[in-house]
Every structure is written in structure tokens, then in C-alpha cells.
């Protein structure tokens, strides 16, 4: 189904960092140095859930003709923004400084993206905004980098990637949250994983095919955690924005965690409601991957289960290859629902868009 | 839900009997094994216990809140599940057992580090079966336990029961050192194929040595209760994807309490991205789904509560009223009963598939 | 019509403990909590197990993640099976607001309450004690 009408808010669109030499003019000198030294300008930081030449990760006419998947600002533009007319557009950036283990090059690398971000696309079109992209090696750099990102008003996010060392919820984080939270940014929780772990609860998939897949546990996992640690609990303000994740396993999953939660109660005594009931107060998704039959029978079925029409969020996940043509809706969403998805929901998620709409 | 509603029996078909896919029998002690052990490794046993990958020596390092149901502690002593007599009156009987499949999980030799002790283990699990529970109660059938890291001692143990009708099913670790779709596993599915015994996935304590959730390890008894679905979906993703099922087209795979609520929209999202990304895997001639509706199978325990009980039924259609097998879990905390479990409107054709005529299409009883 | 059943003596059921037993065809759990006598019918809402053959337990509250608070005078019996949980006094489980909607439903904390009502009920039996008797109207 086509997006029906302009200015609708694509909540998950990527931008393609080139290769770190274009990063370079926004390292401190000693970083460059590092760099020059150490030739890593010729290395490829580009990540394992996401390799550039894969089918999923580029549709083929919304790949430029240099680069990687989204390094190109006028094929974005042209494609993602006036593709489907919409208003903002969230850039989130997938690279590999989220994966070394070295805690300091990941706070630079990350902040240098953030940079280059902000220089050379949120400053060249005013549709643009993005998330910050942090190192999540080490929660405390994180929240450095969260409080001074946040001066800059584009930026309405934080960045993570579902795959982390410890599951999203433990203590350790919590610097991170307590800095989101303050800022009024909501946590964005992207499909992929650092693979400190197997990215099944099985073991090593063979296939990328698998590993995508597999997102699903990923995301459950998260959820799972972040409500089980009390995250909401401790930060009652914060919001968690599961990007990539589509949203056709929540409801199962969601049971599943009421039935075990009535069971156990007291082992997790600040979850004092049923967790469902807080994934529909913390938490939001987008749209893509709409993981639904051809047709999209079970459509209706499936958000009535969600049990809140305020879950799910926009977007196209340009240039990931999620759909053909313009069919960035499922097949049959109701002309309501529609517009919650396509405006109201990400209005109400990322506050920093309603200052820019006021 | 109030009591009145309750007292309204379940099935209107009262003389309903019904095969139970998952009871736990328990030994009185660990030492139980021992005689069922040849004395090289009767010896072992009492000096090096468990070896198994996790801090904590033969305690699970996620204390369970609870293992098993208060009421099943047999009046004459012993852990739930470890007298039979007790078994027979509290649910056997009770309950219009016809068939009751047993899921021996301790001491099965499948986490075991040392393969060999493992494999002695899980042929000393088998005999336990027999002489304490198969042969003394003909309503019970049994899974031929082996040891999956071991595929030559598995292929060898199943060859050595195949043609035993006493067991019914063949059962291993779903927390395999690598995902049970992988070639290693492969001899041992070809041996099941051809002997005609169904796979039976259990979830199991014991930890494969990686984190039980691809975010890492939980910390609560809560979380790791959950990653019981995400370890049989990550099995149902790996057998379909590495063509376990195109390679072995007779082989039936049984996933043992993980719930199955997640199975269509985890089989949308398999042949979704399988569209895309088909070139990866151009070993699979079918689309995942198709795989799924003719070699799978789920137990019905712990039972899906969905927030509207027709979600339930719904849940069921998308996979087939073929596809459930009724099961108990019997004497764990999380039992369901057969009377109590599917208060939904389902016709008394569907009902009678789900508590007994899909398992004796599955399994060979009698 | 309901009718008087004595079930216990006051010194069979300790402090703390409770005793089941079957009346009227109906089993029934007698609590004895710091003294004071209570009944719940012995049937679990969720599945129909033997509901007060569960452990008594402590009520218990957080004020936030890592901290766990015991709450005196509001023992609750686990159910034996699930581990649902039944305020013994009141009869009230404590897990779940009401399931059956669906669409847009506001969870409400009660004012000076910190966890959600459930939607359930063990229901309660009247108690009383007669000299040294432990009696209920079933």
C-alpha cells in the first residue's frame, strides 16, 4: 500500500558512512594521527549484520553508484525523502564503532560520525534529523556523548544496536538511560548485534539469512530485559524505539511474558504491572520489516492483538531493500491507523520533533 | 473467571482419552543411575559428578522459583515425579492418560562435557526408562536419550532402540554446541528418518556454553523462562534454513514446551527475508513455511494465554489444528490440566486432534 | 443453605500455617494468621488446583529496581501450581487487571496501593472460633 498523502515522518532511514577517511576531518589530532599510523582509513567498518553488497541491505534502485548503501545525500533526498513526500526523515547510521572493543576509539569514531552527520547532511537539508550515534562499550562514554550531542536539537535519539555484551536492561546501562531520559530522548534499539554472542539463543547461525531471522529473539530478549531489570521502573520517563524490528511477533512474545510475570512475581517486585501493559507505555516500533503473508490476511488480527494503536511508527528503512515500488504500507492498515502511524505516533514519540513543528 | 465457570467441564466429550507428549519422570536420587552404568563409569560418576558448562556445580545457575507442582510430592517420599504409583493416581489415572510420553531429563548426558560419559549416560537413562517405568506401566512410552555432540554414539544408541517399541521418539539438547539444522547433527537425523522415530526437542537446564539470548545472559528466573521459546526458535529457524528438512524429507521434528503461539509469525518473516535473500541458500527448494507445515510439530504445554481467548484459536488456525500435540509437563510448575487448559470454543473434532488423534499420527504407540 | 462445619481446633493450625480439608464436598483452606482465623475455598481461578496446599507468603513491594520490601499483615497463599498469588484475608489475586478488554485500557494504581488488582478472587468462607473450635459456614 502507498503512503496515501505527504508529510508523513520516516522514523528509520540509513545513512551510509562512506569509509572512515571521510571521517578523519573531525578527529582531534590525535586520533588522526592514530589513523594515518595505523592506515585504518583503509579498513572496511562496515558490519557483519548489514554487509553493504547483500540484497537486503541496498534495493537496487536506491543504491548510488559509488559507495555504500546511503552515502549519497541527492539519492536520498530524491528517493526517500521526496519518494514519499515526507516531512522528517530519522538518519540512523549503521558502523562498525559500536563493535571494536577499544572504548576510547569507539567515543571517537561515534562522535566523529555524529559530526559528519550534522555537517554534511542535517545542515544541507532541513528535513534531516538523526540519532546519536554512541559508544556502547562503555555506558559512562555514552552518556558523555548523549549530553553533548543533545545541544544540537536534530538530533532526537539515541542510537544502540540490539546486540550488546549484556542484555539492554542490566545496571551497567543505566548511565546511558539516566542521560536519555533527562534529554528527552527516546533509546532507538536497531536490528543487529555487535556479536559479542551468537545471534541465536541456538548458537552460530550459518547463514545472514539466519541471523536476520534471528532479530526477532534479539529484540524479545531486549524487552524482556529492560522490563524485567525495571528499567521503566527506575526511569518512568524514557521510551525505547525497537528499529527494524517489525512488530508481527510482539503480541505471542508479550503473552508469554504476562504468564511467566503472574507466576513469578516477586522475584522482580518493581514490575508491579503485567508487561505488556508496560511495553505499551515504553515502547515503540516500526513498521519494516511487515513480516505478514503475501496479502496480509492476518493484518487486522495482528494490531488488534497490539492492544494500542499508539505502538507502531513509519518508516521505509531506505535503502534497505523491505519492499518494491512504493508499497512501504502493509495491504489493507485502516485510513486511521494510517495516520497515527504515519505522523501522530512519531510526533508523540520524539518530542524534539513537536519543538521543531511549534 | 469465576468458580460456576470453572465447575463447567472443559470437554463435552468427558470420556475423552488423551496422549500426554511430555511427562518428567524423576530419580528418588542421582545415585539411581548408577546401577544402570558400567563400572568404568559407575566410578567416574561418583568422583567427577557433572560436567557441564556453567559456574555452578549440579545447581542451575538460574535458581528455578519453582521446579515443580507442591502437590505432586509423593506421599511416601521422593522428589515429584520419582513414584510411580503416585503418578499413576495423581495423573495417569486421574487425568485419562491413554499414552504418556516421557521426557527423562536427568541425567541424559546431553550437556556433558565429557562426550563419552555422556553417551554412557544417555544410555543408562534409557535403561532407567525400562525397568522403572516402561515395563512396569504400559501407558508409558519413552524418547531414546543420546547425546548429540557425540552424533556416532547417538547413531549407534538409536540403532541399538530403533526397533524397541517402547520408545516412540528420540530426544536431544536443543542447546547444542552449534544450531541443531547444522551438518554435525546430520547423522543422527538421517538415523531417526530411517528408523521412522520422530525428534523431540525438549528445553533443557543446562546451557550450551553461549549465552541463552543473542543479548546475552539474563539475570532473572523470569527472562530465562522466556528464552525457552528462543531456543526452540532458533532450532525450527536452523533446521529449516540449513535444509535439514529437504535432505531428510521423512523426518519429523516434535518442539517440546516452547510455546508455539510465535511459530506463523516467526514462519511470515522466514519466507519474507528467504525472498530476498534465497541466493544464500539455494539448497532449500521450497519456501520455509512449506517445510514448516509438514515436518513440525509443537506440544501445546505451557499453553498460550493470549489476553482474548479467541486469539487462541486464531494462533491454532494459522498453524494448523494438525500441528499440536497435548502434553502436561507433568509434575512441573507450569503443569497444565487437560480439563482445565482449553477453555476456548473449539469443535470436539479439533479437540480430540489436539489431546490425542495428532500424536498417534506422529508417534507409534501401542 | 449454608451450614456450620467444625474443621479444626485452634491449636491444630499454628501461627503462620494453614490446614485443607474437605467440606461438603468442597476443599477448603483454614488460615491461621497471627492468630486470626480465615477460609478460602481451595480452588485455583487459573486452572482449578488445590489452591491452599501452596506455601504461605509474604507480600512483597519495591520501591525501585534492587530494593525488595516484606510487608507484615498481608500474607498471600502461592498457588501450588503457577504461583498465582491470593491476598489470604481478602481472597484478591494480585497479577493481573482485567484481560478481557483489550483496546485502550487504562491500568489504574489505586491510590496508596502499589501493585495492580487482579481479577480474581479465591473465594472466602466464613470463619468463626467456638471455644476452642475452628468453624466455617459452607
Redesign the interface.
Known sequence: MRVPYKGAIDCDVHVGVPGLSALVPYLDAYWQERVRVQQLERLDFSITSYPPSMPLSGRPDWRPEKGPPGSDLALLQAKALDGFGSRFAILNALWGSQMLFAEDMAAAFCRAVNDWVAAEWLDRDPRLRASIMVPTQNPELAAEEIEHRARDPRFVQVLVLAGLDLPLGRRQHWPMFRAAERLGLPIGVHAGSTYRHPPSASGWPSYLLEDYVSNTQLFAAQLTSLVSEGVFAKFPGLTVVLLESGFTWLAPFAWKFNKTWRGVRSEVPWVTKPPFDVIRDHVRLTIQPADLPPGAAPLGDVLDQLGSDELLLFATDFPHWQFDGDDALPDGLPPDLTRKILIDNPLATYSRLRETVS | ???TE?DRPASTDTRLKVVDCDIHPTMREDSQILPFLPKRWQDHYKTYRRNVRQGLHGTLTHPR??VN???AIPPGGGPPGSDLDFMRRQHLDANNIEWGLLQALQPSGAAERNVEFGAALASANNDWQIAEWIDKEPRLKGSIQVTQEYPEAAVREIEKRANDRRFVQVSMS???????G?RRYWPIFEACERNDLPIGLHVPGFG?G??????????????E???F???I???F??MV??GAFEAFPGLKLVLVEG?F??V???A???????E??R???PHLKRKPSDYIREHIWYTTQ?M?????HE?LV??IE?IGWDRLLFSTDYPH?????P???LRVNVTNAQRRMIFSENAKRVFRFG | MAARHVVATVDEIAPGSAKVVTVAGREIGIFNLAGSFYALISKCPHEGASLCRGKIVNRVESDEPGRYRVVAGHEMIRCPWHGWQYDIRTGQSWCDPDNIALRHYAVTIEPGERIVKGPYVAEKIPVSVEASYVVVEV
Open positions: 473467571m469465576s468458580i470453572l522459583m519453582q507442582r507442591i502437590d536443543p542447546r547444542a554446541d552449534e544450531p541443531l547444522r550450551a553461549y549465552a541463552s539470548t543473542p543479548a546475552g545472559w539474563p539475570s532473572f528466573y523470569l527472562e523462562h522466556q528464552t521459546a528462543f531456543i526458535m532458533g532450532v529457524t536452523s534454513l540449513e510455546g503461539a510465535w506463523a509469525p516467526l511470515w518473516r522466514l519466507d519474507k527475508h528467504w530476498r535473500m541466493s544464500e541458500v505451557p498460550e494465554e493470549p489476553e482474548r486469539d486464531r494462533a494459522w510448575w507450569d503443569f497444565d490440566d480439563r482445565m487448559v
